[in-house]
């Protein structure tokens, strides 16, 4: 268990309400973070878009290269 996983733990343990509301509070964050994410923002040079690629090409499956594939291609819309 990490630092963070136990202060956690502390914290359910010290506050009925805390422990009552954060694995919903900490779901929905991580939903609402996650699907504003946008990858082509961040593949702003051909070096970090090469590498993206690769890491995909080696630990990816077949539906994640047609992501990466179409995230490259928005990235050269927005970087043009």
């Known amino acids: 268990m990490n630092d ?12 009925k309400d805390f422990a009552e509301n954060f694995d ?14 946008n990858t082509s923002e961040y593949l702003d040079n051909k ?9 995909v090409l080696k630990y ?3 539906d994640e290269l047609s992501e ?3 995230n490259i291609e928005k990235a050269k819309k927005l970087n043009f």
């Open 68 to 70: 990466a594939l179409k």
């Open 60 to 62: 990816g499956d077949k």
């Open 24 to 37: 919903k509070g900490y779901e929905d964050f991580k939903i609402n973070e996650l699907k504003d994410f």
């Open 4 to 15: 963070l996983q136990k202060y956690i733990q502390k914290r359910k343990l010290q506050s």
């Open 47 to 55: 070096e970090i878009k090469d590498e993206y690629l690769a890491q």
